[in-house]
């Protein structure tokens, strides 16, 4: 099943929910400021995914750090101020068994969608999906 972490106010997260609601695609909606945010979850993420891409420097959040607090941004500080600050988390992290995508995008999503949940290969897929698709293997698939 696909969850969906986002945040409900974000309306990138209205826009994917809705989306998946009108076209009939199973979804749980994991809120990760009400919900909770912790360390496994982004540490499963980013052994998916580059760590750099669930950073949101486009935050309102972001630019009310400190220039000091985010110099010299590594992977362990990156966590820290996103499990304090939850929405720094770019919005939504779409994760299913077989893909994980940061963004959102009707359009890639649903060729997206067709190929990962759909065409029964063993793969993970690895995307933003306001850019490109890359296909890695599958830890969760026996080979």
Same mark, same amino acid.
């Given at each position: 099943?696909?969850?969906?972490y986002g945040i409900k106010s974000c309306?990138?997260?209205? @826009?994917? !929910? @809705?989306y998946f609601a009108e076209n009939d695609i199973e979804f749980r909606f994991h809120d990760v400021r009400d919900d909770g945010l912790d360390i496994q979850m982004l540490e499963r993420? *980013? $052994?998916r995914i580059d760590w750099t891409k669930l950073l949101n420097k486009q935050s309102l959040t972001w630019r009310k750090i400190p =220039?000091?607090? !985010? &110099? $010299?941004?590594? =992977? &362990?500080k990156a966590f820290a101020l996103m499990i304090?600050?939850?929405?720094?988390?770019? !919005?939504?992290?779409? =994760? *299913?068994?077989?893909?994980?995508a940061v963004?959102? *995008?009707?359009?890639?999503?649903?060729?997206?969608w067709d190929r990962s949940e759909? *065409? $029964?290969f063993g793969s993970t897929e690895t995307a933003s999906l306001t850019g490109a698709v890359s296909v890695l293997p599958n830890p969760l698939c026996s080979s």
């Open positions: 099943m696909l969850t969906v309306d990138t997260c209205r @826009k994917a !929910r @809705k993420w *980013s $052994g =220039e000091v607090d !985010r &110099s $010299g941004m590594g =992977e &362990s304090e600050n939850p929405t720094l988390v770019k !919005r939504p992290v779409l =994760e *299913s068994e077989t893909f994980i963004g959102f *995008s009707e359009k890639r999503f649903a060729a997206f759909h *065409s $029964g």
